[in-house]
Each structure stands twice: as C-alpha cells, then as structure tokens.
C-alpha cells in the first residue's frame, strides 16, 4: 500500500552514508551498507524532483572524544571510526551535497542528541521524516526512534536502509514499526 507524504512538511534524512561505512577501505565497512547506495541515490533525486529537502547526517568523531568516557566509548565497541577531517568521515561521492540540503553533524547514534537538527527542522515546519541510510540497528534505528519521540511521522525506507547482517535490518525495522514508526519501500512512498 502506498505512504504518501506532503512534499512542503517532510524532510529525507540520509542517515550516515560515508565512506568509512560504505566502501571497502572503511574501517566499518559492510556490504550492506555499500549496496544501498545506489537505492538511496535514486530516493534523493525522488525527493528533490518533489521539493522535499534532503538532510545528510554525518557520524564525526574527534580523536580525543571518548578520552576520560565515564561508559559511553564508542571506540570501544567499533574501534576508531570517522575521525574528524578524514576520508572516512566524508558523505560518500555518488551522493553529491547540494547547497541547499542541509548536513547534520553527530557525535553518537542519534542524530537528534545535542545536534541542531530538532530545531532546524521545527523551525521549517517540517514533521515528517523519510529515513534511509546505515546502520540499521544502530544510528538509523536510534535516529528514528528518537524522531517518533519528538513527535516526527518516521517512514524508515527499507529498500534503502544498510546493515552488517540481514537479521539486523530486519529487527530493527519491524522493531521501528511495532514501537514508533512506519516502514515502506521506495516504490511505494509517494511525495505528494
């Protein structure tokens, strides 16, 4: 069944799709994550061709972030990942920034936890939120339940969504639709 949303109060939020993700030199790459590149790109253009504004996030970490970390240590769990200024860091080259998207830098899983983005997008008027990108049982599924908790519409994408493993796509997406969201694929979301 088709999900439509209105073009003028919905944003495309890219979550996370850099090349420490996404290409084979990163050092959290995972084919998943590669492979939704091109499925991501096509849902880009969608959107843009329909006025919806398009919002990258970019998971940034400066090297001396967790020094002294009382329990959150992301270093810890994944190992130094996009560091501040390197090539991992940046959105990868098939998904071209226009001027006038708008770039989201975090510091952890949730793109909305001491970001501008709540405000940013509030102050649009933007509340729906179409949401692809990777990982999706990390920062595309806490970036999304954190959206639903602000009182956002998240649409998680599917087709357009990486993971490591295809069991944890699969969890976090039916996780997101049971507890706060909605969960559609790109031929059936409609930009209205």
């Keep these: 069944m088709p999900t439509a949303l209105d073009a003028e109060s919905t944003a495309l939020v890219v979550v996370d799709m850099q090349n420490g993700f996404c290409k ?7 084919p998943g994550s590669e ?3 091109d499925p991501v790109a096509a849902l880009v253009e969608q959107a843009r061709d329909a006025g919806v504004q398009v919002v990258y996030t970019r998971d940034v970490h400066p090297p001396q972030q967790f020094d002294g970390a009382h329990y959150y240590d992301e270093f810890e769990q994944w190992g130094e990942h996009v560091l501040e200024g390197s090539w991992e860091a940046e959105i990868v080259g098939e998904l071209p920034v226009r001027p006038e998207d ?7 899983y949730d793109a909305f936890h001491e970001t501008e983005l709540d405000g940013w997008l509030s102050a649009r008027g933007i509340r729906n939120l179409a ?3 990777t990982l999706a049982n990390v920062c595309v599924l806490h ?3 954190s959206a639903g908790l602000r ?4 649409v998680l994408v599917e087709d357009c969504i990486g993971a490591i493993e295809d069991d944890h796509r699969e969890y976090a997406l039916s996780h997101a639709e049971w507890l706060f969201g909605e969960v559609t694929t790109s031929d059936d979301l409609r930009f209205a």
Aim: glycine fraction near 12%.
């Design 24 to 30: 084979p030199d990163g050092a959290l790459y995972a």
């Design 151 to 154: 009182d956002y519409r998240p």
């Design 143 to 145: 970036t999304a339940g």
């Design 35 to 37: 492979a939704a590149i």
């Design 102 to 108: 708008h770039v989201v830098e975090k510091h952890t």
């Design 131 to 133: 949401i692809c990108g």
